[in-house]
């Protein structure tokens, strides 16, 4: 369930909804950017900045498909928190694929937010990009943090190319970063957050028609913006392979699944048999995380079985033409 910070002290509760039982999802607070450019407050050093995830939230999973396409595995440390987000939040403890925090020792996420900010309101989320220079929170929104380990830290990544936002396709990319965010990032949590039966079907109009779309689009190219894999494919990427897995039974996401969709379905394969995906995919993590972590939605905290899914099946997409 988790909880937030209300100038600095923590409250166990869930989450709000609009007047008409919307999910409402908190914007992001920490919006600093590292910049390798010599008079930067934030540049990009081996060992000076910190990241924190969980390997269940699809927003930290981002971050970490771009942080392994860019070799920065030992430039940039990472902690992963335990998947089940109960009434203290994210948590650091004991299980498989999680850390501790060696940054400051912290037992619960929020720690690191108040240390950052004593007087901080609002929830305590991941991804969280630390600087232990000046113990401070970097930056707590994915799509900056993707951008950043993209651009600003090439300097220290051992792979350095491809852009996966060049200048000549920066424009589309960000307008199908925004294209997919609402209706499908967020629509699934809309979905499974609905506070009333209105909402919900409004969430699932959105969700669907936007699948329904893109496997169109899918249909006569390689990725989401053209030949090229780009940003917006890691992040389309994050909520796919957890649709049929999770969402599609938790979240009341069940329309359609993602394998129901031709071209998705053989897109979403694609991706996942590429470096940096599939080995960056935790799916006891996941289901783990969403089916104890909303007692709300499911108060039996009973984890459903996993649907027979093989991410390592042949795909198609190599009949589509892809940019070098």
């Not at 709000?16 to 590292?34: H, I, K, L, N, Y």
């Not at 609905?194 to 909402?199: E, G, I, K, L």
């Not at 089916?291 to 649907?307: D, E, K, L």
């Amino acid at each position: 369930m988790g909880g937030r910070l209300v100038n600095g002290t923590w409250y166990a509760e869930g989450y709000e909804p609009d007047a008409d039982g919307r999910f409402v999802r908190q914007s992001s607070v920490f919006r600093e950017w590292t910049r390798d450019t010599g008079d930067a407050r934030f540049r990009p050093e081996a060992g000076r900045f910190h990241l924190f995830v969980s390997l269940a939230c699809p927003w930290a999973h981002r971050t970490l498909i771009m942080r392994r396409l860019r070799g920065l595995d030992q430039a940039l440390p990472v902690s992963v928190v335990h998947p089940d987000m109960l009434d203290d939040g994210w948590e650091f403890r004991e299980f498989p694929g999680s850390t501790d925090d060696p940054v400051l020792g912290a037992r619960y996420m929020r720690e690191i937010y108040q240390a950052a900010d004593p007087e901080f309101t609002g929830r305590v989320t991941v991804p969280v990009l630390w600087d232990r220079r000046e113990q401070t929170i970097v930056n707590n929104e994915s799509r900056d943090i993707l951008r950043m380990l993209d651009h600003d830290w090439r300097a220290l990544s051992p792979n350095p190319e491809p852009d996966f936002a060049p200048e000549e396709l920066r424009d589309q990319i960000e307008a199908t970063l925004d294209a997919i965010y609402e209706p499908i990032n967020n629509g699934v949590y809309k979905c499974g957050f609905a506070q009333s039966q209105t909402a919900y079907e409004e969430a699932a109009d959105g969700l669907f028609g936007a699948l329904a779309y893109w496997d169109g689009k899918l249909a006569e190219q390689r990725f989401l913006c053209g030949d090229r894999l780009t940003e917006a494919d890691i992040c389309l990427y994050t909520t796919l392979v957890r649709f049929d897995a999770v969402y599609a039974v938790h979240f009341k996401c069940s329309q359609n699944r993602i394998v129901d969709y031709p071209n998705l379905w053989n897109y979403l394969r694609d991706l996942y048999q590429r470096p940096g995906f599939g080995e960056t995919t935790d799916l006891r993590h996941i289901r783990r995380h969403y089916y104890v972590s909303h007692p709300f939605i499911n108060p039996t905290q009973h984890i459903a079985r996993m649907p027979d899914i093989d991410f390592t099946a042949s795909h198609d997409r190599f009949r589509l033409p892809e940019s070098a």
